[in-house]
């Protein structure tokens, strides 16, 4: 078993570099299974789901090489299935993008239904609206598998999603660059990395317009060739940090960034009081000058406040004097995590959608992740609160967080991951 241990209540002072953004890499990397030449994909985050996904593109018989750290090789073309129902393929919610790229290559597909953070039911009725449109028949086998079959027509489509949806965005966009024909998808997500997966797929030949509003428009190519392509600055990790550095009421520059994507997160911050100076690749995070006021926060699709900001925001404002209230607009039950911040001393009731939150102070206590942003949020309630906080079920954190242990101690954070032998296993060899 592997914990994270923090010795909190020290301000974070220092320099951070944001990682490559987890959710643009997770759509890019089965991006490339549509590509008719190998590419290299720079900029790579270095998390487990990264691994995870290069391993089933491995599994399906694509080259991929890891180049270093943050670069990988992968040469699609030796991929000769349309299946994807290893186990590996249900530890993360981000496979079912192979469902859209493999539609898109062979007009089949056949994937395990995604796992990924639990926060209660997570449908994808809009993915599979939009493959209906575009010609193909889906069926659930055995209540795991989807079975995708456009086999007798493949084509382009008009479709209007019912809700702004991130995965099914990515998904039609996937499948429609080699469709015949037009695709408009309607209501579409606007996130950066949308951007950024469009980006992608048009510098490889596609003919993508409108990623980034809420009509995007693409019309089938047949060929996409080989790129290099190196993906965007995290978003959500960048928010996290900039969250960490004012709940301990210290100053961070944090570095690699793109400041427009982190408005909703930056004006938040100042209203608070924080003092924010944005760079062309930086921005500086000052929680030093003043006491920091409470704050109303709604989480919203881009480019309103991020859902994946919020549990880190939430440990925020439980050091903040006042009354917040955040109002989870995006997913039904994405407060798991609040019962361990209770521990720690929090006062927060969570009623429905809504967290409301009575700043005080924070007393160390083991605590675990109960998802990856819940982990999160209990590393910045643990670098806040006096004492020894124990964080386990680290491998969430893990799931979307680059070297987060180093990150914290290069900005003065007494933080170290340390491994416990599992008792069980004492137990057997004793
Ligand atoms: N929804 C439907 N039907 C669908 C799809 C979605 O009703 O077919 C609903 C969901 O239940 C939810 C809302 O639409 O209430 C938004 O879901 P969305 O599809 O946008 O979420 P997602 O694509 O499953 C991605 C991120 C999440 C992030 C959300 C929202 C990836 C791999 N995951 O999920 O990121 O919370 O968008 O921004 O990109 C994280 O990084 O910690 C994380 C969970």
Redesign the pocket.
Known sequence: MERIVISGGKPLYGEVTVSGA??AA??IIPGVVLCDEPCRIENIPNISDVSLIANILRDMGAMVRRVDKNTLDIDPRPINTYEATEEGVRKM??SYYLLGALLGRFHKAKVALPG??N?G?????????GFQLMGAKNELINGAIIDLDASASFHGARIYF???????T?NVMLAAVKAEGQTIIENA?K?P?IVDLANFLNSMGANIRGAGTDVIKIRGVEYLHGVTYSIIPDQ?EAGTYMAAAAATRGKITVRNITPKHLESISSKLREMGCEIDEYDEAVIVDATKRPLNRVNIKTM??PGF???CQPQFVALLTTVKGTSIVNES???NRYQYVSELVRMGANISVEGRLAIIEGGTLTAAPVKAT???AGAAMLIAGLVAEGTTSISNISYIER?YSDVVTKFQALGADIKKIYIPDPDAVATTA
């Not at 039911?121 to 609206?129: A, E, N, S, T």
């Not at 019912?162 to 099914?168: A, F, I, L, N, R």
């Open positions: 987890k959710n997770v759509a919610r981000a990924g953070c926060f039911v997570r449908p994808i009725d809009q993915h599979l609206k019912d809700t702004v949806s991130v995965g099914s990515i997500a996130e990395h959500i699709p881009h991020p859902t994946d995006v997913w039904d998802d990856l942003r979307g």
